[in-house]
Nanobody, 113 residues
Framework: QVQFVESGGGLVQPGGSLRLSCAASGTFFDNYAVAWYRQAPGNQRELVALITPGGNTNYGNSVKGRFTISRDNAKNTVYLQMNNLRFEDTAVYYC???????WGQGTQVTVSS
């Protein structure tokens, strides 16, 4: 029943921006932390950002200062604003809820010139 659906990925040039969305069904985000992870081919999965129910945020060092995670509880959606994208940001991006270990299907972000 719990399902997360990511969207907003695509092809973007270096220095460009994308906003990813993670819409939840079967649960509300209000009371749970939500995180974005990413995994590139040949790389291990890494934490990108996390937001708590109270709105506190944490970021991976590689994206700090460039990415912003936010939430709209009324829409039951979590966002990841990605600015100043780099080649190394190319990956499949997943949203997930640590409690329950629920994951979305992922959305591909490709940074290429």
């Amino acid at each position: 029943q719990v399902q997360f659906v990511e969207s907003g990925g695509g092809l973007v040039q270096p220095g460009g921006s994308l906003r990813l969305s993670c819409a939840a069904s079967g649960t509300f985000f209000d009371n749970y932390a939500v995180a974005w992870y990413r995994q590139a081919p040949g790389n291990q999965r890494e934490l990108v950002a996390l937001i708590t129910p109270g709105g506190n945020t944490n970021y991976g060092n590689s994206v700090k200062g460039r990415f912003t995670i936010s939430r709209d509880n009324a829409k039951n959606t979590v966002y990841l604003q990605m600015n100043n994208l780099r080649f190394e940001d190319t990956a499949v991006y997943y949203c997930m809820r640590p409690v329950g270990n629920y994951w979305g299907q992922g959305t591909q972000v490709t940074v290429s010139s």
